[in-house]
């Protein structure tokens, strides 16, 4: 075997791991583009005047029904909340919140998706501030997933009962088998609901369980899923042309197959593949009355929930402005709360959607004549592609917004009013102007939200959302090939500068705009690389004078040079930090008097929120646990740390003989204990660096950072250094952190040359125990032993049966057994230390996060 195949299957499981990750997203694109390319085929003898002329045609009768059906669907998902949280969390979130929560989080999460059931994301933020726990808000979710794909079980039963003949795929058996295979699928579920009776029941899968809702909840449920599905197809249904569909029920089960294949095309509402879908199933090609049907129900069933949920918003936001709440007023006040930025990030984004499909269709040809009267030719040319670009800019920003940045929320302000002088000038469409005026009101008004000043671009975006933004400007250009499908494109038509040359100007405001999305691709794939950690930082003047009043050695690493400060308004304290990834990482607790360190804890949190940042706090000790976890912060246990009792240490005794033989056999050896001031560590920076190469050499491993030292000159000559001497030459040392007070004595870095003597760590450990009990010093503190004292029994949390299996069986990897018995020949006392962080799915990135800082690659975040 060769010496590069080590590394290289590391590298494969890498790639795969990373087309595994990309290959959804890649998929769901193409499903899109094949979507578009599909339904130009099905509607390519109509033209955008049929169109318009089917839309005049629709009945107000109709689009009254199909108001209705929305309002039915909408209520029901609210049903699903309700049951859910009084199944799974009962008391902890009212009714009506968790009723209106369901609806308006369903809403803003339609506009930008099509999902079945959706807003987990959403659920997450409002439910927790109820303090409701991620995994039950997963199991809120579930359970009404099952509610959802028992109501489709109901639905397709009857429909095989009732109509076996029609219902695709299953038409061509036998009656009989048909209506068999739908008497079983509904006696299936009437079975489990009777089972539901009686006693509490619980779903297992794995480790995970989720509590089943009661016998009438599963019912309430079960009929709200029906209600849903069957409400939200009957708005669609209603609108379509008379004659058009067979059956009610054939048709709900196209609905819900055409909702399935828009949610894997990634594309926003399932732009183009729902309504390919509906159109292909149907067998309804080239009708603009379907096509004009289609487009209302978008406007009904997505675009008018999110116009109610805004106002709702803006109701509560004048409501929160102007009195002081409490009681249930308060609770959906903080309820609404975490709606705004995905509600205002849906805005830009549809203000994007405005001026592309503006851009993508003729301009009105009275409008333009009278404009070309004021403004010269090129401006109105420039105009059309400045407001294309925008548009593309708006889609882009939008996830800034959603994750509360104000720079995203300056940028698109300035971008909507941008867009609605451009439309202007672009070919008087004053419609779109207002509609980008009153975007542009809305983010003025909820601007509260939008606090944190991240160093995030807010034009950084994630692959997943630069699919979507792909996918809308994909959109666009279709509609454009659409409205010009009559121009006859030839090569010189791309510079064709004419006022009524509509098709030219459409032509290269999307090249450009795709050129856009190009770069802000390649930016997003050179910047997801890591950069190793910044050293030699500048420290600010008052942190050594800290650090030496500090009874805790760890504040030493303060003096490191690779991480930033926050300060107290009073200058007694600081918190010190790093940026990995998406966390904002404190080492340690605040540093700093008893008083101060409540406030600066504090104060970090704020400023991680601020900067949309995650809030952690590595290698906490249990005292301080109360505050962090007033913060809404979970906990994981790391390890223990040992500390040993100077007061009472000796070397002496039956328990201590390896320390007695290891000193007594140095000594023998020629090896010869002293400790350097800090001042004679200069001169012996040479020998002591020759000595750390030896180390790292028999290592085979590079320097970390972070929580622990490295050889750096200017480091390492803040403190005095215990060495051992082998005939005059430094053959190990380690560097004292000595704390405030004499409460602690403690080493950093230790290191030797592999070389000299097996005894050489035992011996020089021992020595330096014994030099701090003759100084007076209380304690000695060994360090931590990682993932020592981790419980693994059955009821564990997973983090911690995880970790006691990887203690146990991960000697492979890393000798964590063996490092705790070493310091357990110290007699050292065991202290648990933690992990502070935010829980749920921020838990699995801040351990990523975390473990590429130490390794000196601290991730950068996208």
Known sequence: MSAETPSAQPAAAAGHRTWRRYLPLAVGLAITIAAFAALGSMVSSLTLADVHGALAAVSPLDLALAVLFTAVSFAAVSLYDVVAVETIAPGRVSRPVAATVGAAGYAISNALGFPLLTGGALRYHVYKSGGIELADIGRIVGTSWFALWFALAIMIGTALVLDPSEVPILRDLDPVVDVAIGVVLIALVGAFVVWLSGSEKTARLGRFTLPLPTQKGAIVQIFAGIADVGAAAATLYVLMPEGSVGSFTLFTLVFAVAVIVGVASNAPGGLGTFEATIIASLGLSDRADVVAALLLYRLIYTVLPLVVTVIGLLVVEVVRRRSKLKGPALEFVRAFEPLVPPTVAVLAFGGGLVLLFSGATPGVENRLGALNDVLPLPFIEMSHMAASLIGVALLIVARGLAKRLWRAWIVSLALLVAGAVFSLSKGLDWEEAVILLVLASLLLGFRHAFYRRSAINPFAVTWSWLVAVVATVVASVWLGFFAYRNVEYANDMWWNFAMEDNASRFLRASVVAFAVIAAVGLDVAIHR??????????????????????????????????????????????????????????????????????????????????????????????????????????????????????????????????????????????????????????????????????????????????????????????????????????????????????????????????????????????RILLYGKDEGYRWFNLGAAPLSGLVDRRGASRWNRFGSFLYRRGGSFYRFDGLKAFKQKFGPVWTPHYLVCPGGFDTAKVLVDVTTLISGRPKQDS
Do not use: C
């Open 529 to 766: 690389r890591t950069e190793r950690v910044q050293k030699n930082a500048r420290i600010p003047d008052a942190i050594p004078e800290l650090v030496e009043a500090s009874p805790n050695t760890v504040a030493a690493l303060a003096l490191l040079g690779d991480k930033q400060f926050l300060l107290s308004p009073d200058g007694k304290g600081f918190v010190m930090y790093a940026r990995s990834g998406g966390s904002l990482i404190a080492l340690g607790e605040p540093i700093g008097p008893p008083e101060t360190v409540s406030e600066l804890a504090w104060a970090f949190r704020d400023l991680a929120d601020r900067q949309a940042e995650r809030p952690v706090f590595y290698e906490v000790m249990p005292e301080s646990l109360p505050l962090f976890l007033d913060m809404g912060l979970v906990a994981l246990k790391l390890g223990e740390v040992a500390r040993v009792d100077l007061t009472t240490f000796t070397i002496e005794g039956a328990k201590k003989q390896d320390l007695r033989t290891a000193t007594r056999r140095a000594e023998r050896e020629g090896l010869a204990f002293s400790i350097l001031s800090r001042d004679q560590v200069a001169a012996a920076m040479d020998e002591l660096r020759g000595v750390s190469d030896a180390w790292l050499d028999m290592k085979s491993g590079s320097e970390k950072g972070f929580s622990l030292g490295y050889f750096d000159p200017a480091y390492l000559q803040h403190f005095d250094m215990a060495v051992m001497k082998k005939d005059g030459a430094i053959v190990a040392f380690a560097n004292l952190w000595r704390g405030a007070d004499k409460q602690e004595l403690s080493i950093d870095l230790m290191r030797f040359r592999p070389d000299v003597s097996k005894v050489i760590m035992d011996a020089l450990f021992a």
